[in-house]
């Protein structure tokens, strides 16, 4: 269920996505590379990024996306969430 490539303490940037019992995780450096892409259950997750330096997290805007990014601030995240947006006419 884990890729991981670099120490965890180099993430600059995450991709999180929101499900209802597992979560997936994408992370990259700086320097955009990956740094890890795994999958945690939704018991690990506040775990898993109490671990983790301060960093930007992005999520879909969901029921929950809020809860979540309340949570994750509480560690140090800067945690935003993102809507979909409606299609570009031609």
Known sequence: ME???ADLNTV???GLDL???VFQVH???AAGRAVTNRALRRKDVLAFFER???CLIGMEA???AHHWARELAKFGHDAN???SRPPIPK
Do not use: Q, R
Request: glycine fraction near 10%; charge should be neutral; aromatic fraction near 0%.
């Open 19 to 21: 499900a209802k019992h």
């Open 81 to 83: 969430s993102e809507g």
């Open 3 to 5: 890729k991981t490539n």
């Open 62 to 64: 969901c029921g929950s």
């Open 27 to 29: 992370a990259v450096d």
């Open 12 to 14: 600059a940037t995450i």
């Open 52 to 54: 983790l330096p301060s």
